[in-house]
């Protein structure tokens, strides 16, 4: 699912990342951070480079360690390849190096190394939430290319003048023999029309209009918004016979968790088993034992709960 925010980050400025994940979040805006939202199983790699193509913002969290760090360097390049936004949220009072400065140098830094933290993360939210209501602006951070010479446009040469000459003599005559030929059709006046007799038709029978129902196509899918874990499993007890959950998403938001989902209409001739909230253990159980059962895997999802403890959301599809 697509993110509003990735958070790029180097893994010992983990606790700043977490601050700005809890702040946003707070605020209804969607992140996406590395190792949490990786899905168990999932390549690394894609991973990070589908959640960057995904997002609107990219938060660079830029110290020390961010500016040592090759990887960084990389997923910094990708955004800028796939004109994502980029707000530099300097941790450290240095300046980048310049392989990092080459891709950054365009953008609103904001200075975030004078205490409190706190103070940062309110004007960091704002200025997120102003650029999301902005509309994607694609290729905005990517290096102006250099302008392409004109190609100059060849002279006109003086014998051209004499054939342009020959043209208007031409065109005049032309014009005055059709101007003969329609005055001489003029004099002759115009041809007589032939009588036309009548035919006696038979008066029209009214049709009467065929009422025609129009094909209402059944709904493909849904959203629903952020519910309890009791509510949300009443939303799918209600559903699960047409719809199953084919995306969920889990927080944790004033001290509960939340989950919400999109419902896609059940394919005909088709079962699924979903879960969510569940521990890993339990997620790798029932993965194994669905995968005997012949269900594949449609979707799944991790997330940190209330106590911090990494749950995960799964569905998976079986044809009948």
Request: charged share 25%; net charge neutral.
């Amino acid at each position: 699912m697509a993110s509003d925010v990735f958070v790029s980050h180097s893994i010992k400025d983990k606790a700043v990342a977490e601050a700005i994940v809890a702040r946003l979040e707070a605020d209804s805006v969607t992140c996406w951070i590395a190792p949490r939202d990786v899905v168990p199983g999932a390549d690394w790699g894609e991973s990070i480079i589908d959640a960057i193509e995904s997002s609107r913002i990219m938060i660079l969290i830029f110290s020390r360690n961010a500016d040592a760090s090759p990887q960084i360097k990389r997923e910094v390049e990708r955004a800028v390849n796939k004109g994502v936004y980029i707000i530099p949220f300097r941790v450290d009072d240095i300046p980048p190096t310049k392989s990092l400065e080459y891709f950054i140098s365009t953008s609103q830094w904001m200075d975030a190394f004078s205490p409190p933290l706190e103070r940062h993360l309110d004007n960091l939210a704002k200025t997120v939430k102003a650029v999301l209501q902005r509309p994607p602006l694609p290729g905005a951070d990517v290096p102006a290319q250099p302008e392409r010479p004109s190609i100059p446009t060849p002279p006109v040469h003086p014998s051209g003048r004499k054939a342009i000459l020959i043209g208007i003599i031409i065109a005049a005559l032309v014009l005055v023999g059709g101007a003969g030929w329609y005055l001489g059709q003029k004099k002759k006046g115009a041809p007589e029309q032939p009588a036309v007799t009548p035919i006696e038709t038979s008066p029209p029978v009214p049709i009467t209009p065929t009422a025609v129902t129009p094909e209402v196509k059944p709904e493909s899918s849904t959203n629903s918004g952020w519910l309890t874990s009791a509510e949300y499993q009443r939303e799918f007890d209600a559903r699960k016979s047409e719809f199953y959950p084919a995306d969920i998403e889990g927080r944790c938001h004033d001290g509960r968790e939340e989950f919400r989902a999109v419902w896609k209409k059940l394919p005909m001739q088709s079962a699924f088993e979903s879960h969510h909230g569940i521990t890993k253990q339990q997620f790798e159980d029932r993965r194994n034992a669905l995968r005997e059962q012949g269900y594949s895997l449609k979707f799944s999802a991790a997330f940190q709960d209330c106590n911090d403890v990494t749950r995960y959301q799964a569905t998976w599809l079986k044809k009948n």
